[in-house]
């Protein structure tokens, strides 16, 4: 398989690899450093694969959530064998801390997953995976304008919900 054939069969699925990937690790860099891996790891087995494969993006998509599994079996510590009583606790307030911060990005999540399937398609490329508003325009079909009107809409709602539920949360 030659640079042009590989090009074309595997390029096709870069934005879903990365999708998943961003989904999986959390992180724009990383999730890019995961597709540019499994990239790497197809043109090195390029002659390997079998020239059959029945569904293509499957198997990188298999592939890639491989990876990503591999890199955060990595980044887990490993198992401290010491009592607990040794082990050294971190502050209340920062655990709590930490875990409010989590609690709320949730949150914020669950109410983007309930804008309009149109808001919601936008705010995730622009505001999560950080696609620049070209890209959306050609993925969207709709002008620049009309993406800014409807992300200023979606962050709106999304800012009046989250503040509605922190104060209810908060009586």
């Not at 993006?57 to 955060?72: G, N, P, Q, R, S």
């Amino acid at each position: 398989m030659d640079a042009s054939d590989f090009k074309q069969r595997f390029l096709p699925y870069h934005r879903r690899l990365y999708r998943v990937a961003f989904q999986q690790l959390g992180n724009a860099q990383d999730a890019e450093d995961m597709v540019q891996e499994a990239y790497l790891k197809l043109w090195q087995r390029r002659n390997e694969l079998p020239p059959d494969i029945a569904n293509l993006e499957a198997y990188c998509v298999t592939l890639i959530k491989h990876l990503c599994y591999d890199k955060m079996r990595l980044i887990l510590p490993e198992e401290d064998n010491r009592p607990p009583e040794e082990l050294a606790l971190t502050e209340s307030s920062n655990l709590a801390h930490e875990v409010e911060v989590r609690d709320e990005a949730n949150q914020v999540l669950k109410l983007i997953g309930q804008l309009p399937e149109q808001q919601k398609q936008i705010m995730q490329m622009r505001d999560v995976e950080e696609r620049p508003y070209e890209e959306i325009e050609k993925a969207t079909g709709l002008t620049s304008v009309n993406i800014r009107v409807l992300l200023s809409r979606a962050r709106k709602k999304i800012r009046e919900q989250f503040i509605e539920i922190m104060n209810y949360e908060r009586l």
